[in-house]
């Protein structure tokens, strides 16, 4: 099965928590701090694996964790860094954060990869909290949580070339006869399901590769048929063959053909029209095709849809008649085009003319009265507080009271035991 658009969930490590311990040893009473630090939590790394072709594996494992750094211990030792975890894509692979829409990454050569979620810092020992007033000081910091996100990758093939056309003009017997592909080929409509992949090599040594996409049809662009669906492959290729089926055997018009197709690329994405596209001309071997070609030259010279009138090249992908020069002709417009760089999908956001710092916390209260404390800043402080010891606590409820979470309490009406809830945390609040 071809997979190339999926969602998962990736969570780096978090870190390790920091010690609070202290120097034991034969006549040194008053050793002093020693709590170590919290090693690093695990990375979440994407890398292009050349052997992969598709993202099916993703079907079946769509939560990824990597490891929790190691705590830290005794005499001042830090604890172990997680290792990272390497998922393996294919080459063409996009990353997408699918919340905002924006790229995290865009994995195309064989040796690229990405740290898309990054694991947490080691929270410190207690030997970073001392101090000429606290020279024992019980304080430790727990690891920092590891970043968490929802992705979605879109798998984009890697082809030089795109063979694109209506259903049934020839696209898969044409890679099937210029290279070892073997597409399945039948006399029907949406034979070719998926995208098919083969590589052409000529005799001067050249060689690029070359993709038979899915029919497209009327709409295309706009969700109707296969073509939808794949239409995001076209991005990636740098020449564009054009199939047109000469032979009106269907009762189809050649040039009308060729406007549709056109146009639906252009509705998907205007620049796609601004790569050079080869008009293939196939099944001349058919009684009609050289009459309807002539007619469909004149109707080309009229086309206002492409910046410059394309070439046109007539060929039998059945008799193999024209596929030496059209082959040769592609790789030497391949060798004079760069390639064209992957978008990245704006995020729109309504412009908001607040001058005010974006809040650390926000307030709100259940239907019980307990008084709801949430925010990024805010949670991310109290997950690294180590609430098993008294000065962190007392350390933790100083950081709330800098940041403004008192006073914003007594604004909103909070009174002297109420309830307050942090994450899973509860406490009175004392005026």
Known sequence: MFVDQVKIDVKAGKGG???????????????????????????????????????????????FKAKNGGNGAIKSMTGRGAADTIISVPQGTTIYNNETGAVIADLVANDDSAIVAKGGRGGRGNIH???????????AENGEPGQEFEIRLELKVLADVGLVGFPSVGKSTLLSTVTSAKPKIAEYHFTTLVPNLGMVRLPDGRDFVMADLPGLIEGAANGVGLGFQFLRHVERTRVILHLIDMSGLEGRDPYEDFEKINEELKTYDPDILKRPQIVVANKMDMPDSADNLAKFKEDLKQDELLAQAPEVYAVSALTHDGLTPLLQRTADILAATPKFPVKQEEVVEKAEYDFKPEAEFEITQDADGTWILTGDKLLKI??????????????F??????????????????KNGDLVKIDDFTFEYMA
């Not at 180590?386 to 007392?394: G, M, P, Q, T, Y």
């Open 382 to 395: 109290f997950r690294m507080t180590d609430i098993n010891h008294d000065e962190s606590l007392l350390r």
């Open 17 to 63: 928590d920091g010690m609070v311990a202290f120097r034991r040893e034969k006549f040194v009473p008053n050793g002093g701090p020693a709590g170590g630090d919290g090693g690093r939590g695990g990375n979440i790394v994407f890398t292009v694996d050349e052997g992969l072709r598709t993202l099916m594996d993703f079907r079946y494992q769509r939560k």
């Open 129 to 139: 909290f001392a101090s000429p007033k606290n020279p024992a000081p019980e304080i």
């Open 397 to 414: 409820t100083r950081q709330m009271r800098g940041m403004g979470v008192d006073n914003g309490l007594r604004d909103h009406g909070a």
